[in-house]
């Protein structure tokens, strides 16, 4: 059974860094690309980072750019998100996915992440 | 960046009825457009991939149409357990979604 388990949420500062985990079991995680994606509170879904399978390629849109940065441990079956210079802006949920629109397509069930002082 | 709009922003239909949700892409997006949907407190889950293939598991009341620039979801015989926010979400360059339209079965 395909899982993926996000960990690393939390209230932090604005200004300040936290590293999103995502751990995959069940399916062969170093053949697939790896997305973040995030939802501000009854808000609409935001790309956030892709990688791809050997992380020598990484993806991101100009919110995030520079201050979000997507790798992968494919040893440990393990994809990151490094967020740093946190903003309000970025809280959300994050998910954690899988071959984005393909049959292979899978999201975690999120992490929440709320930047406030 | 290819823009997607999506209508309605919501709908307010009956059980058994038939209802369409549209997206509408900035740009030609080659038939890369998937369909998703989301139940409140849960992750997405994918309905319609490659803008009419259908999901493994998706009722066949789901299917989805549409080329270019143009696109839409269509459920048939609404069922209670349809009632959620549905997205659409290109990835012809990088990934973008439609606003999201909220479904109510009336």
């Known amino acids: 059974e395909v899982q993926l388990v996000e960990t690393g949420g939390g209230l932090v500062q604005p200004g300040r860094s936290l590293k999103l985990s995502c751990v995959a079991s069940g399916f062969t995680f170093s053949s697939y690309w790896m997305y973040w994606i995030r939802q501000a509170p009854g808000k609409g879904l935001e790309w956030v980072s892709s990688i791809n399978t050997d992380g020598g390629s990484t993806y991101y849109p100009d919110s995030v750019k520079g201050r979000f940065t997507i790798s992968r441990d494919n040893a440990e079956n393990t994809v990151y998100l490094q967020m740093n210079s946190l903003r309000s802006e970025d809280t959300a949920t994050y998910y954690c996915a899988k071959d984005l629109t393909t049959p292979f397509d899978y999201w975690g069930q999120g992490v929440m992440v709320t930047v406030s002082s | 960046d290819i823009q997607m709009t999506q209508s309605p922003a919501s709908l307010s239909a009956s059980l058994g009825e038939t209802v369409s949700i549209e997206c509408l892409a900035s740009?030609?997006?080659?038939?890369?457009l998937a369909w998703y949907q989301q139940k409140p407190g849960k992750s997405p889950q994918l309905l319609i991939y490659?803008?009419?293939s259908l999901q493994d598991g998706v009722p066949s009341r789901f299917s989805g149409s549409g080329s270019g620039t143009q696109y839409s979801l269509k459920i048939n015989s609404l069922e209670s357990e349809d009632a959620a926010t549905y997205f659409c979400?290109?990835?012809?360059?990088?990934?973008?979604f439609g606003s999201g339209t909220k479904l109510e079965i009336k």
């Open positions: 979400l290109q990835d012809s360059e990088y990934p973008t």
């Open positions: 490659y803008a009419s």
């Open positions: 740009e030609d997006i080659y038939n890369n």
